[in-house]
């Protein structure tokens, strides 16, 4: 049975292409993205919980389940990860299940704003780029939680954090971010809010392959849900959002039930061993941030797609067609 590994079908042409010279690599833009995290079973009857009306990752929307039938109940180990599902009528990675995220703002490289946590060169040199870079791609990943999400990780002190972003003000100041009407600096002075970078960790890095026209460079981070703060589907390019664990996803993908693209299906791996989001927090330090840059070459008459150090997501693609 196949998984659900996304492959666009244009991918064969494009290499050809790229290896004849006929088109050239796009350049990446800087993204980020939030493996957002909870522990124990989601609020009973949320709209996005484990259970409620957009709860499960699965097909046809049963309980607590995936399609294949398997069941992650109350006492199931490890924790909830939040997740989305990109809408079929998005040009990049259409019906894929992933995290929340988007690209960096410029606008968050030249202006200091309210941070708490580790300094910017502390994550500079974690990120693996300078200071005014490391503070938009943090910026991103906290800003895109929040416009996609709901969910906001900044506080009015080093000490605090937001307990709850609904209503009317709120909602209009997410819309502004989501129009680029409003910068994230602006916004959260506005707040009188402080960006509480501690209660991230950087987790990985992937860059989209040359041969894909639409290429990000992304950090991949991971965060506890804050108390008091429930997630909903804010994005307009997500159909729907559910809390899931690691292990389910995953078993749902290898059946091919779920779409992800390798690097969602590689840090869903990564999670599974965590009891807490506590826990996978911690385990964030120290994690390498080398990038994965997926590779074609042409063997036995056949391009095969790998990605160095993720065997599983090798492909044996006849030049022709899709993938054997």
């Known amino acids: 049975m196949p998984n659900g590994q996304w492959y666009p079908p244009e991918w064969p042409v494009r290499i050809r292409a790229l290896a004849a010279g006929e088109i050239t690599a796009a350049t990446p833009r800087r993204a980020a993205t939030v493996m957002l995290l909870r522990d124990g079973p989601a609020t009973p009857g949320g709209p996005d919980a484990p259970g409620g009306p957009g709860g499960p990752a699965t097909p046809d929307g049963s309980d607590r389940t995936t399609g294949s039938g398997r069941t992650a109940g109350p006492g199931a180990p490890g924790p909830f990860v939040h997740m989305l599902r990109r809408r079929a009528s998005m040009a990049f990675a259409a019906g894929a299940y992933a995290y929340p995220g988007g690209g960096v703002d410029p606008r968050d490289n030249d202006r200091l704003i309210g941070w708490a946590g580790p300094g910017r060169d502390v994550w500079a040199r974690r990120l693996g780029v300078d200071a005014a870079s490391a503070q938009a791609i ?7 939680t929040y416009e996609e999400a709901g ?31 409003l910068s994230f600096a602006d916004f959260l ?21 040359e041969f894909e026209p639409r290429r990000y460079d992304t950090w991949f981070f991971v965060a506890a849900l804050p108390t008091g703060q429930r997630t909903r589907n804010a994005s307009t390019e997500a159909d729907r959002t559910v809390w899931i ?46 990038p994965v840059l997926a590779t074609a ?10 990605w160095p150090g993720h065997d599983e997501f090798t492909k044996r693609v006849d030049p022709t067609g899709g993938p054997r």
Do not use: F, K
């Not at 943090?138 to 895109?144: D, F, G, L, S, Y």
């Not at 000490?159 to 709120?170: E, K, L, M, P, R």
């Open 138 to 144: 943090v910026c991103a990943a906290v800003r895109e």
């Open 151 to 181: 969910v906001l990780l900044a506080g009015e002190s080093a000490a605090s954090v937001v307990s709850d972003t609904t209503g009317d003000d709120w909602e209009a100041d997410r819309a502004a971010l989501v129009d680029r009407e």
């Open 297 to 306: 070459r042409l063997e036995d008459g056949e391009l095969v797609l790998s």
């Open 189 to 209: 002075d506005r707040r009188g809010l402080v960006l509480r970078s501690d209660l991230l960790g950087a987790w990985t890095r992937w860059i989209t392959p």
């Open 245 to 290: 664990r690691p292990a389910e996803a995953t078993a749902a993908y290898d059946d091919g039930e779920l779409l992800m693209m390798p690097p969602t299906v590689s840090t869903l791996r990564q999670l599974q061993p965590y009891r807490t989001a506590a826990e996978a927090l911690a385990g964030s330090e120290g994690r390498d941030m080398t």
